[in-house]
């Protein structure tokens, strides 16, 4: 019993100066406030002054000198989170009633350019944020996006794709300086621009990403490095397992040495800038994932200029050893100078 009474006596003790403190830290004034705000790569799209203007403006004072206890957080929070630019907001008093402000803003992961003109930027999770007069985000940019304020069901499968192709970019040092922009075709289906070469490389869907980036870094390695970027006027790695290249029309007169220097600076690069990068992750491409079930599983295909032909927008593809795959006029090309398969066969095909 003796032991019971002391235990309740300490607990009953600590219980008053607890509840004591916090009248006392009630009754207490704000002697003071810090702001800090968190970005992706220090890009502030709000800074200092906005968040302060913004608590002025919730509680109708100075902030400081003001009773802490006129100050309810967790709205704050709220009002604070409902900011286009915020994330997140975490407001404290410490023991000495100095208020501390935490805010977390968003990250847009990419710009869109939309039919009807418009721009804006999503974020990480595909939510819109509009533009901002302080700064512009460096990220991938996609032009061709529906201009329409209410998306269909279609719509937002699309902005899915966007979406899973800016988080790829954004994460390789290469991809983004290699990425000029991604059109977004009438039929639903993307477009890669590059910054050195004089090509067009089509991605197909928002699926299986990295898996087609990755047979295009194979691809960049093993037969543009070597042929010149400006050899291909097309190339094609939405199928599974596959690149097919089509051939461009007419002589083009470029310095094909001056581009793979291009390349190699871009490759060491990403190698320098980052150790997960685009060409660290090549040895998953030999068994690559499935990109369309329907698809076959081929090596690199060569098409012929003719294959560019508007009746015939999804060129067959035609193994480049086999004597189909030239035209009767055309020049078999000498053997040191033929493009290499990038896929290696899988067994028993």
């Known amino acids: 019993m003796v032991f019971i009474a002391v235990w309740l006596c300490v607990g009953g003790g600590m219980l008053t100066l607890l509840l004591a403190a916090i009248t006392k830290k009630n009754r207490?004034?704000?002697?003071?406030?810090?702001?800090?705000?968190?970005?992706?790569?220090n890009n502030f799209f709000i800074d200092r002054k906005d968040v302060e203007q913004m608590l002025m403006k919730a509680t109708k004072s100075n902030i400081k000198d003001e009773p802490v206890s006129s100050f309810r957080l967790y709205d704050l929070e709220q009002l604070?989170?409902?900011?286009?630019?915020?994330?997140?907001?975490?407001?404290?008093?410490?023991?000495?009633n100095v208020l501390h402000v935490t805010?977390?803003?968003?990250?847009?992961?990419?710009?869109?350019?939309t039919t009807a003109g418009t721009s804006f930027y999503i974020d990480s999770?595909?939510?819109?944020?509009?533009?901002?007069?302080?700064m512009s985000a460096k990220v991938p940019v996609f032009t061709g996006f529906p201009g329409k304020k209410k998306l269909s069901s279609a719509d937002s499968v699309l902005l899915n794709g966007v979406r899973a192709i800016a988080l790829f970019i954004?994460?390789?040092?290469?991809?983004?300086?290699?990425?000029?922009?991604?059109?977004?075709?009438?039929?639903?289906?993307?477009?890669?621009?590059?910054?050195?070469?004089?090509?067009?490389?089509?991605?197909?869907?928002?699926?299986?990403?990295?898996?087609?980036?990755?047979?295009?870094?194979?691809?960049?390695k093993q037969v543009l490095s070597k042929t010149g970027f400006d050899k291909y006027r097309v190339v094609d790695v939405q199928y599974k397992g596959q690149v097919v290249a089509s051939r461009y029309a007419g002589d083009a007169k470029l310095d094909s040495v001056q581009l793979r220097r291009n390349v190699e600076k871009l490759l060491r690069q990403s190698m320098e800038s980052a150790s997960d990068t685009a060409v660290r992750r090549l040895t998953p491409i030999v068994t690559p994932e499935p990109d369309s079930d329907n698809m076959p599983d081929?090596?690199?295909?060569?098409?012929?200029?003719?294959?560019l032909n508007p009746a015939q927008p999804n060129p067959v593809p035609v193994n480049a050893a086999s004597p189909a795959g030239r035209r009767?006029?055309?020049?078999?090309?000498?053997?040191?100078?033929?493009?290499?398969a990038v896929m290696p066969r899988r067994p028993g095909r």
């Open 80 to 96: 604070l989170q409902d900011n286009t630019w915020i994330e997140k907001a975490e407001l404290y008093f410490d023991n000495r």
């Open 28 to 41: 207490g004034v704000c002697r003071d406030y810090t702001i800090t705000i968190k970005g992706a790569q």
């Open 170 to 220: 954004n994460k390789d040092p290469f991809w983004m300086s290699q990425v000029a922009q991604v059109d977004i075709t009438p039929a639903r289906s993307f477009e890669m621009i590059p910054v050195v070469g004089n090509h067009l490389v089509r991605l197909g869907d928002g699926d299986n990403i990295p898996a087609k980036f990755n047979r295009l870094m194979l691809f960049y």
């Open 328 to 340: 009767n006029n055309d020049p078999k090309p000498p053997a040191d100078k033929r493009p290499r």
């Open 125 to 134: 999770i595909g939510h819109f944020m509009p533009l901002s007069d302080k």
């Open 298 to 307: 081929s090596s690199f295909n060569d098409s012929p200029a003719n294959a």
């Open 103 to 113: 805010v977390s803003e968003k990250e847009p992961v990419a710009r869109l350019f």
